[in-house]
């Protein structure tokens, strides 16, 4: 049995931080994991500009320790109104790693997201012509469509058609949820790739309702069905470079979450590896955890691996009901339960 794991340091190729005390309170946790991560630029007003963009990267850096070793790699919110050139100075500036898509009205703080996917039609070109990625949150948003269906029929009617019409764009469908998500990347080109978290590897949709209404185990795109939740694990585990880690961890205060109409989004962050972890070792796939966590998203992004290296050792560690307090006290995914990994400081 192994006992301690050591890897190349990881990255988080999906993350949110959020901003002012919520900020200044979580983003110590994910610089303690990852030594990369891709910043989410959904907050309120949206990151839809560079100067935007680098006013947020120098409060993620002032929120953490000089010396912590963290790049945040930020993102453009993309808006109905996105302007091509812009964008592309701001990636040649080294200002912007990836611009992100969110259907409007998609998840939280996403109601400046995109109304029509292909009218973008020349920003998208344009981040093909330079090799830009495109980051999508996908989801259609039609409330005819059953919320568990969203992303499956996203695919039939977006996706595919966008893989087609713009072959060299570097597509990531962010944390995906459903077998039709996993065959989809799986069987495209080289292209597209995508991220996983670990709520999705760990919890099916009946989280969401057991013994009453979880609050905590709720975001989007919600988690499904166990065959979902399994084939989701399969690919994840696969040794496949079309996966790789993104926690989506989206920390919401106690409050926000415990209300008539609670936020979506789970607060992995703190123990996000130790979380994946397990995972790999239930599928006995422990000699495949480097390549998901350090290795795959840096090859697509076409991004250096990691020099550094973390270690995690068999010792319990019991996740706590709440960290933080007052205005920024969040409950954890693992909320009191008992994990058997530990990252080593």
């Known amino acids: 049995m192994t006992d301690r794991i050591t890897i190349r340091r990881p990255d988080d190729w999906h993350v949110h931080l959020r901003d002012g005390a919520m900020l200044e309170a979580v983003a110590r ?17 949206p990151v839809t500009d560079a100067a935007a963009a680098v006013a947020y990267r120098d409060r993620i850096l002032a929120a953490l320790p000089a010396d912590t070793g963290f790049t945040p790699l930020m993102t453009c919110y993309l808006t109905d109104a996105a ?31 995109v109304t029509d996917i292909f009218a973008l039609a020349p920003v998208l070109e344009r981040m093909q012509a330079i090799g830009m990625p495109l980051l999508i949150h996908g989801e259609v948003t039609d409330r005819t469509i059953d919320i568990f269906d969203r992303e ?30 996993a065959d989809f990347v799986t069987a495209a080109p080289a292209t597209v790739a995508a991220t996983i978290t670990p709520q999705h590897l760990i919890i099916n949709r009946n989280a969401i309702f057991d013994g009453g209404l979880r609050p905590h185990a709720y975001c989007l795109p919600v988690a499904k069905r166990e065959r979902h939740r399994l084939a989701v694990r399969a690919a994840a585990v696969s040794g496949s470079a079309k996966f790789f880690l993104g926690t989506d961890s989206a920390p919401h205060v106690v409050g926000a979450k415990e209300s008539g109409c609670g936020c979506a989004g789970i607060f992995n962050a703190p123990f996000a590896l130790e979380s994946y972890l397990t995972v790999f070792e239930e599928e006995d796939a422990l000699d495949r955890f480097e390549g998901f966590a350090s290795e795959n998203g840096a090859h697509f992004y076409g991004l250096p691996l990691n020099d550094g290296k973390v270690t995690l ?7 706590p009901e709440r960290i933080g307090d007052g205005d920024t006290a969040v409950v954890p995914f693992h909320a009191g339960e008992t994990l058997g990994w530990r990252l080593v400081d």
């Open 83 to 113: 302007d091509p050139q812009a964008i592309a100075d701001g990636h040649a500036a080294g200002v912007f790693t990836a611009c992100k898509l969110y259907p409007a009205h998609a998840t939280t703080n996403s109601a400046h997201g």
């Open 29 to 45: 946790h994910t610089a303690r994991q990852f030594a990369r991560a891709i910043i989410m630029p959904n907050l309120t007003p």
């Open 152 to 181: 499956a029929v996203f695919i039939d009617r977006i996706l595919v058609k966008l893989v087609r019409e713009f072959p060299a764009l570097r597509i990531v469908l962010e944390h995906i949820t459903t077998a039709e998500a």
């Open 313 to 319: 050792e068999r010792r319990p560690v019991i996740v």
